[in-house]
């Protein structure tokens, strides 16, 4: 007590009350100790802590990133089956018929007929189509087929299909060979033919199978490798954002009329090797030859006299 008799005020302690009670319950181990020990027992604690939350996170993160992973592979594989489920392409198939080359007819003109034939001239040449096609003609082409590079034993007429191919699939794909698939034929029923000269298939990449020949492949025949291979110089590729592609597919048969199921493409995909088929719109295709021993072919030109008739030798072959 000093002398005035005021006693000395008490010391503040050196924590607040209410820090002692959640250092207590937070950091027991630190509680009583003195402040120097126990601010470095709490930083202590502190570090630990955010290291292990640090880990906690970074170990989080790597669990979800393998998940991330592992998800993502199983989703890209179910869209690559996905992917290539079902057909590979498909095919729109049209037979071509702008501006034949020829037409073919399974009977010979009456006399009245060929009277009708010779008689026509430039100026009335509108009324050719529906005198042609009065009498069933079929038209048809013969420049590749008589193209001596084309090496076809029989230099008949050909029939042509226009096929375009196309496929939506993300994987690319190439088809690298067509073949004729269920081929049956029989002697060509046409005697008859008027030849004239036209251009088809436009824009469209060209192929011919010649039927004659014990295993007929599809040759090329545009300009550039014709009559050769068309598979050894060419290819097509599909998919993958390609273009689609276009065929003209000429088929000549010589002096037989064929029919066949469908052209088994082979395609080749990151899987493997495949084959699917392209039918003529779910029916056989047909084409016509023309008979070995012709009775009658006429020629038209731009020039007078517009009609001439060919000269038929023994044997069956024109001269004109």
Not at 17 to 46: F, Q
Not at 189 to 214: N, P
């Amino acid at each position: 007590m000093s002398e005035t008799g005021t006693p000395p005020p008490e010391q503040e302690p050196l924590t607040p009350p209410l820090t002692d009670d959640v250092i207590t319950a937070v950091v027991p181990e630190a509680a009583g100790l003195e402040r120097r020990a126990r601010n470095r027992r709490i930083a202590v604690n502190l570090v630990c802590a955010a290291v292990l939350a640090g880990l906690g996170i970074f170990a989080t993160k790597i669990v979800d990133s393998l998940f991330a992973e592992h998800d993502a592979r199983v989703a890209s594989e179910a869209d690559d089956k996905v992917d290539r489920g079902g057909q590979a392409f498909t095919a729109t198939v049209r037979l071509d018929t702008e501006d034949p080359e020829a037409t073919l007819f399974d009977s010979p003109f009456s006399a009245e007929d060929r009277r009708t034939l010779l008689g026509m001239t430039l100026e009335n040449a509108d009324r050719l189509k529906p005198f042609m096609d009065a009498r069933h003609g079929r038209g048809v082409w013969y420049s590749v087929v008589s193209h001596p590079d084309m090496g076809v034993s029989y230099p008949g007429y050909s029939e042509a299909w226009l096929v375009d191919l196309i496929s939506d699939r993300q994987a690319g794909l190439v088809i690298n060979d067509l073949r004729v698939k269920g081929l049956s034929c029989t002697p060509a029923k046409a005697v008859a033919v008027i030849e004239r000269r036209g251009q088809g298939g436009g824009g469209y990449e060209g192929m011919l199978f010649d039927l004659t020949r014990s295993d007929p492949a599809a040759l090329i025949t545009a300009e550039k490798d014709f009559g050769k291979p068309f598979f050894a110089h060419r290819k097509i590729d599909l998919g993958n954002g390609a273009t689609p592609g276009g065929l003209r597919i000429e088929v000549t048969s010589g002096t037989r009329d064929c029919t066949w199921r469908a052209f088994e493409a082979t395609y080749v995909d990151s899987d493997g090797t495949h084959t699917q088929e392209i039918t003529n719109n779910g029916k056989a295709f047909r084409v016509h030859g023309i008979a070995e021993h012709r009775e009658q072919t006429f020629q038209l030109r731009p020039a007078v006299p517009f009609v001439t008739e060919c000269a038929i030798s023994p044997q069956g072959d024109p001269t004109c």
